[in-house]
């Protein structure tokens, strides 16, 4: 069976390829949002004396920072920069925020950067789904807390928008976390109007067509979504086009 040829609403776009100079700015943004003494004290934590890295109990966003940062300083050695996709993502970030910097709401996101894996993933998602809404000149709303709705959105009317992307540590339980946080997500749309986006890491074993559909089809078994409700699937990925290493999104859009 191909499972993609039943989706219909599909959408996809590059999100960016980085510079060496883009980058950089990026990780100097999100340093001067935290504080430096902040990032300093972390990565001081991460290695040691020998070189060598910890990654128990510290921030994802002080280990990203510090990887990328290697990778910068590899790439002005070299003049090539092949960075991972925890960089590619760190790069994202820092323009999210960038674009996001005069938003309702800015200022208490930047606590949660600092939070653990979990906190991190799924407000990275939050911010560049706002940032797509900004940059179509619609205003946004950001919210704080995780009892909340994530985004106002105001087009021609408000829209109210969640945004979830759970942590998947293997195939196996992808339909018990999406199903669970599709649930968590409807729960704190208000009269169960409005958008849920939520985000899923591509597993090696899938294509994101395949993946997407799936997951679609395990939804629909599991979770009852209102006619009020629309859904955007999507899965977030690095892409390597000839020698340049980017970032793309596929998304589906459900009722």
Not at 170 to 197: D, F, H, Q, W
């Amino acid at each position: 069976m191909i499972w993609y040829t039943t989706l219909k609403k599909v959408g996809e776009k590059m999100i960016k390829y980085y510079t060496v100079e883009e980058t950089q700015r990026s990780l100097a943004y999100i340093e001067e949002l935290v504080g430096q003494g902040w990032m300093e004290k972390w990565v001081h934590n991460i290695r040691d004396n020998h070189g060598r890295m910890h990654h128990n109990n510290i921030p994802p966003l002080a280990v990203r920072w510090l990887k990328a940062s290697d990778e910068i300083g590899y790439a002005q050695l070299t003049g090539c920069l092949n960075p991972s996709e925890e960089t590619l993502r760190l790069a994202n970030l820092g323009e999210n925020l960038y674009t996001l910097r005069n938003t309702p709401g800015f200022r208490e996101q930047i606590p949660l950067i600092k939070g653990d894996i979990n906190i991190f993933r799924r407000l990275c998602y939050r911010l560049s789904v706002a940032a797509d809404y900004a940059g179509q000149k619609i205003k946004v709303i950001l919210q704080n807390g995780t009892e909340k709705h994530d985004l106002l959105v105001q087009a021609e009317e408000k829209k109210t928008v969640v945004t979830t992307a759970p942590l998947i540590q293997n195939i196996n339980e992808i339909a018990a976390v999406t199903a669970a946080a599709l649930k968590s997500a409807l729960s704190k749309l208000p009269n169960s109007r409005g958008m849920v986006y939520l985000d899923l890491p591509l597993p090696a074993a899938f294509s994101p067509q395949k993946l997407l559909q799936q997951v679609k089809e395990q939804l629909q078994i599991n979770v009852e979504v209102p006619d009020s409700t629309q859904v955007v699937l999507s899965t977030t990925f690095a892409e390597k086009n000839g020698a340049q290493m980017g970032l793309r999104r596929v998304w589906y859009e459900w009722n």
